[in-house]
Nanobody, 115 residues
């Protein structure tokens, strides 16, 4: 059973930084991709950043240059470093693992950017 647990959300002032982590437990094999998504109230869930098992990254235009996705493979952990945060970054952030034609989601962590 694959499980994902996010951590690191919270309240931060505009211009501040947060680092989200996603810890993956359980066994999975083969080519995979992991991503961070977010969903703001009244809006659809959107992709923020993703990384493949080959290390190829992809970012939403709105976060390019501010957010960085990375892996800590030995710990089965994916992180999202968020810098220069803006109020419009406020949302629930979800971690997703895509492997073997299945998607696994974490429970989400709230990020609030406000003064």
């Amino acid at each position: 059973q694959v499980q994902l647990v996010e951590s690191g959300g919270g309240l931060v002032q505009p211009g501040g930084s947060l680092r989200l982590s996603c810890a993956v437990s359980g066994n999975f094999f083969g080519i995979y991709a992991m991503g961070w998504y977010r969903q703001a109230p009244g809006k659809e869930r959107e992709l923020v950043a993703s990384i493949t098992s080959d290390g190829i990254t992809n970012y939403a235009d709105s976060v390019k240059g501010r957010f960085t996705i990375g892996r800590v493979n030995a710990k089965n952990t994916v992180y999202l470093q968020m810098n220069s945060l803006k109020p419009e970054d406020t949302a629930v952030y979800y971690c997703k693992l895509a492997v073997s034609l299945r998607n696994y989601w974490g429970q989400g962590t709230q990020v609030t950017v406000s003064s």
